[in-house]
């Protein structure tokens, strides 16, 4: 299982180090992180990234409007990237905290189990972001990385996943990993929804409750995508990301022990 990084002012920040793949190995610890955004993080926390983690890429899935509202604060010789990764679609967006009004407009038309679930199946497929991810893994070096979104829940979700299983972890592990978000979520969740409890009437505060969850639906409904599409995950890695065996090796071989 990954642990979690202690930093009092990020949010879902955790190493996937320590997860098992399917062959015996596992991730190597201080070379992959997921996250949410770090637009609270201190001087004392930045410090502590550059220095002691030495995080060096920072691959952020946002789109402009979040970035505007909520600016990473960089740390010392970060390399930071900014690849939206919201499916180019005007129904669904993971923009989690853009005005949750907004969102609310939107969930008119579709249920939010609904809205999830359409968002989840599009994720995965001919998205920019996670061709990006996959030439940073290839060619870093093994230098640190962090993956992250607002929360670090669902584009963010997918983005570990494809790492996950081109690492050779099984669905069981990818899914165990994704609803660990679920449990470290809850009080970030709920300060973020009381923010905006007196705008929303109960029933769209329900909804957003409802968008704020990691549930295995969710993932389920990507994977589930990706076999109806290329029948194995495999083909999907290969095909969409050109993550092939030769390429899988080769990032199996920085990122396992």
Not at 22 to 34: C, E, N, Q
Not at 215 to 229: C, D, F, S
Not at 232 to 250: F, H, S, V
Request: glycine share 4%.
């Amino acid at each position: 299982m990954a642990s979690i990084v202690p930093i009092k002012n990020g949010v879902n920040f955790r190493d996937l180090g320590g997860i098992k793949t399917m062959d015996g190995r596992k991730i190597r610890s201080g070379l992959l992180y997921r996250s949410g955004e770090f637009s609270r993080i201190t001087d004392d926390e930045q410090a502590f990234l550059s220095n002691e983690l030495k995080i060096h890429y920072i691959l952020d899935y946002r789109d402009q409007d979040e970035l505007a509202r909520f600016p990473d604060n960089l740390w010392h010789n970060a390399n930071y990237i900014n690849v939206p990764a919201n499916p180019l679609n005007d129904t669904v967006t993971a923009s989690l905290t853009t005005e949750l009004e907004t969102t609310s407009l939107t969930l008119k038309q579709k249920s939010p189990y609904d809205f999830m679930i359409t968002l989840y199946q599009l994720l995965p497929f001919n998205n920019a972001a996670y061709r990006q991810l996959v030439s940073i893994l290839l060619n870093s070096e093994g230098q640190p990385l962090v993956q992250h979104c607002a929360v670090g829940k669902d584009r963010t979700g997918i983005g570990v996943a494809l790492v996950l299983f081109a690492l050779g972890v099984s669905e069981e592990e990818v899914m165990q990993d994704y609803l660990l978000t679920e449990q470290l979520l809850h009080d970030f969740r709920e300060e973020i929804l009381n923010q905006y409890k007196s705008k929303l009437t109960p029933e769209d505060f329900e909804k957003q409750k409802m968008i704020f969850a990691a549930k295995k639906e969710y993932l389920t409904a990507a994977i589930t995508a990706i076999k109806q599409r290329y029948n194995t995950i495999d083909n999907w890695l290969a095909q969409e990301y050109q993550l092939d065996n030769n390429n899988r090796k080769t990032l199996q071989n920085i990122y396992l022990i």
